[in-house]
């Protein structure tokens, strides 16, 4: 069996702790239902990274190039320091800092983004930028780092790797074989002091050279020190003009919150009034159709009533002339 993936593995160490071992005895469960003993077993021995840790992990898994980065420049300042060349060596430091100081940013940025962190407040930044700081002197801890595999924050002695005299151990036995040699020509004897003092003043000057790169680290840490007072004075400046900007808004949204509802009163009031006057003109038109209907109503009464009128009119003026036919008729018999 291969074992676990790359990807399941980081999948865990993205895993904030609090949550690891829960998530990790799951992966181990799901393996050992596939019938994977050999990733099941894998995974088991994978222990839960601290907070610090955590975070460099995943850095390193989020955001790869720039631990690549940083793994380059531990490299190339390891080579300038063995081999001792000042202005590349500062120049190398000066990148070092503003390559940690950036990464620190990164993390915070990772850790934001990430629903079950620690608040910003309570994550050990210092750790974090302690253990990339260790990275450049010791190239164990920077492979850990670039795998995102780290299980505990590493501290930072010291820059670069300090070196070392070769020195050699002379034992019983060289003496011996020094005795057996042929014997040297006249001044021959001096060598050995000669070569003796020669080391000693490549000590000398190597120590010289350790030396001068620690005061140089050290003044290039006040130097950073400083670069970081200078930062947050500005920030704090810059915290200044944004909180005065933030309460002019603030003023400026109650202003506006207030007028809103001023016109939203006044809406209100015309809304009702417009509802009044609906009411109003609904019941007006109910009335004009009752009174049109009245209207009609009493023109057909007219209307018939006339009718009636000039019938009995007829009537009347027949009877009558009726009676004056019989009326004629009768003086006339007589």
Do not use: H
Request: hydrophobic share 45%.
């Amino acid at each position: 069996m291969p074992g676990p993936s790359t990807e399941l593995v980081q999948q865990l160490y993205r895993t904030p702790p609090d949550r690891f071992v829960a998530a990790r005895d799951a992966a181990v469960a799901e393996a050992r239902r596939a019938g994977d003993a050999t990733t099941a077993r894998q995974l088991a021995r994978l222990r839960r990274p601290t907070v610090a840790a955590w975070l460099v992990n995943l850095l390193a898994i989020r955001r790869p190039e720039l631990v690549a980065d940083l793994v380059q420049l531990a490299d190339a300042l390891r080579t300038a320091q063995r081999e001792l060349r000042g202005p590349r060596l500062r120049e190398l430091s000066a990148q070092r800092r503003a390559v940690v100081g950036a990464l620190v940013v990164e993390v915070r940025k990772l850790a934001a983004a990430e629903p079950e962190a620690p608040p910003v407040g309570r994550l050990p930044l210092a750790e974090v930028e302690a253990t990339l700081n260790a990275a450049f002197s010791d190239a164990e801890v920077a492979e850990q780092v670039r795998a995102g595999r780290l299980l505990r924050a590493a501290s930072y002695a010291g820059f670069g790797e300090v070196p070392r005299p070769q020195l050699r151990l002379v034992t019983g036995d060289e003496e011996e074989r020094e005795e057996a040699r042929p014997a040297r020509r006249p001044g021959t004897q001096r060598e050995r002091p000669e070569a003796a003092f020669r080391a000693d003043r490549t000590t000398s000057r190597t120590d010289r050279a350790a030396e001068r790169a620690e005061q140089a680290e050290r003044a290039a840490q006040r130097a950073a020190r400083a670069e970081r007072a200078r930062q947050r004075r500005a920030l704090d400046r810059e915290l200044g003009r944004a909180q005065a900007d933030q309460e002019r808004v603030e003023a400026e949204l109650s202003e506006a919150t207030a007028q809103e509802q001023d016109g939203a009163a006044v809406l209100d009031g015309i809304e009702a009034e417009l509802a009044e006057l609906e009411r109003r003109r609904a019941v007006a038109e109910q009335d004009l159709s009752r009174a049109k209907l009245a209207r009609r109503a009493a023109e057909r009464a007219v209307t018939s009533a006339r009718r009636r009128a000039g019938e009995v009119e007829a009537a009347i003026e027949a009877l009558a002339a009726e009676e004056g036919d019989a009326d004629a008729g009768v003086g006339a018999a007589d």
